[in-house]
């Protein structure tokens, strides 16, 4: 029956030639409207370039870079870059630093789009070892500069506040085994007080064998106790050098080449666009 159905549309359709414009007018009205709803795109772009180390860092020697041999320096930033967009945080931060901000009050499903909009439209490529370029591509040609910009600065931002944040827990340990050590120091010389005040040296100024090994023990633990003490001051100093050099350090270590610029050229030409339609 179907197969009918199907023999008798096609002999109306071959028997009357003017149909066969049909398809042709059909698809030309889905190609203008193609061409009509499609909206041109803007991608803005810009390039870091990223050292391994900074020349304060390594002139204070306070950290290590953490790059693999393995991985260049542009490979480790761009994969952090991607792992950030995948965190609404972080993408919710871009955001604000954009126009997009203004329709983010708009509830819950609008806000879930626009995130999920902005977090498809950036992307990262790096250009060789040491050059990453951050690409933003958007309807508004102001809102894709603004999108490129709030990720190298939000990038730059999260560095500093990761560092600063490793560092503080440092600090905090090291101030905390600085009281330690200083209270065992204390107690270590205060030991040797008393034992010395119950153990007076003799007249003839000869101490027994016992008295002066128990000296010597009490000693190595002031010994001891003041290197521990220390080495958790120097430690503590390092971490607190490495607070104050932290900003300047990320500065140093990832700098802008090719500033980001507000696209004035749309992705697609209308020649594009209409070849497209045409297609």
Do not use: C
Not at 170 to 185: G, H, K, P, R
């Amino acid at each position: 029956m179907v197969r009918l159905v199907i023999l008798r549309i096609l002999e109306s359709y071959f028997r009357h030639r003017w149909l066969y414009l049909l398809p042709i007018v059909l698809m030309s009205i889905l190609g203008a409207i193609f061409v009509l709803v499609t909206k041109p795109t803007y991608t803005a772009k810009g390039v870091l370039y990223v050292e391994t180390q900074s020349y304060l860092a390594s002139l204070t020697a306070v950290r290590d870079s953490n790059v693999s041999w393995w991985t260049t320096p542009s490979q480790a930033v761009n994969q952090e870059i991607s792992e950030l967009l995948q965190t609404d945080a972080f993408v919710r931060a871009i955001i604000q630093r954009t126009s997009l901000e203004e329709n983010m009050v708009k509830g819950p499903s609008v806000v879930e789009a626009i995130i999920n909009e902005t977090r498809a439209n950036v992307w990262a490529v790096s250009l060789g070892n040491n050059q990453l370029q951050v690409n933003a591509v958007h309807e508004d040609p102001e809102v894709a500069y603004q999108i490129v910009t709030a990720v190298i600065e939000g990038y730059l931002q999260w560095r500093v506040n990761a560092d600063l944040a490793e560092s503080g827990v440092a600090q905090a340990f090291f101030t905390d085994l600085i009281e330690t050590y200083s209270a065992d120091l204390t107690a270590a010389r205060e030991a040797m007080r008393i034992y010395l005040e119950a153990h007076p040296v003799p007249l003839r100024g000869d101490r027994p064998g016992n008295e002066v090994l128990e000296i010597s023990r009490l000693q190595a633990e002031i010994d001891l106790a003041a290197s521990r003490y220390a080495t958790a001051l120097n430690k503590e100093e390092e971490t607190r050098l490495a607070m104050v050099q932290i900003e300047s350090d990320a500065r140093q270590t990832y700098f802008l080449i090719d500033a980001p610029t507000i696209p004035e050229k749309p992705d697609t030409s209308l020649r594009k666009l209409a070849l497209s339609g045409g297609i």
